[in-house]
């Protein structure tokens, strides 16, 4: 399960704006893939962080995705 302390749960992520959302998610990419480059080289303990940072992002593009379709209608 995901650490409480580093993970955002879904009510955090329902609160912030479509730009908040859109920085964070960009954050979000760059450290997995910073944590993918990590894994290989071998510096990366537990690869399943990895894991638990892509739900994060789909999390927050979900969200995104919400507040856009809001705004169009």
Known sequence: MADKKTAKT??????????????????????????????HMGEVTNPRIVRVKRRELARMLTVLSEHLSKERA
């Open 10 to 39: 879904m009510e955090d992520i329902r609160k912030m704006s479509a730009d908040e959302l859109i920085a964070a998610s960009n954050t979000l990419r760059e450290d997995i893939a910073e944590m993918k480059r990590r894994i």
